[in-house]
């Protein structure tokens, strides 16, 4: 660790970052919905991308998020009582169902997740980004993934 980044203090966030992803998944499929769940969070807000990165010699990096994410995973009555409590708290999270994994592309993803009611979704992984207390409640019953 760099002299610089010991003498950084701590930052506590006011919100909170979850990707909550479900505990039947392949380690690819792991990877997949999480990339894809966490592009929905960073561009939910513009203040969540920092600044780009620069090493030693001055290269220039693309920017991440700002603040740390935690990811979780549960079985499919976790996620489901999750995504409802995240649109009864009016948090709005980004969705990947099973079926996107037989899909190609964007347009594609959004017409199989509209295809199904919201209560019948196939859950494999949500992302939320809200107030921490409420972000904790929204993912009650999860685990940290690990």
């Known amino acids: 660790m760099s002299s610089a980044a010991a003498a950084t203090p701590a930052v506590r966030f006011d919100t909170k970052i979850v990707v909550l992803l479900s ?11 999480t990339a894809f769940l966490i592009s929905g969070i960073a561009t939910s807000a513009p ?38 409590r995240a649109a009864s708290r009016d948090v709005t999270p980004a969705v990947y169902t099973r079926d996107l994994f037989a899909t190609g592309h964007d347009e594609a993803n959004r017409e199989a997740v509209a295809a199904v009611a919201s209560d019948a979704l196939d859950l494999v992984g949500i992302a939320v980004r809200g ?7 929204i993912v009650k019953g999860a685990r940290l993934h690990g």
């Open 23 to 33: 505990d039947d998944l392949a380690a690819w499929q792991e990877l997949n919905v």
């Open 47 to 84: 203040d969540l991308v920092g600044e780009p990165y620069r090493d030693g010699d001055g290269a220039e990096y693309l920017p991440m998020l700002r603040q740390p994410v935690v990811v979780m995973t549960g079985d499919a009555e976790v996620l489901a009582a999750a995504r409802g």
């Open 131 to 137: 107030p921490r207390n409420t972000v904790d409640r």
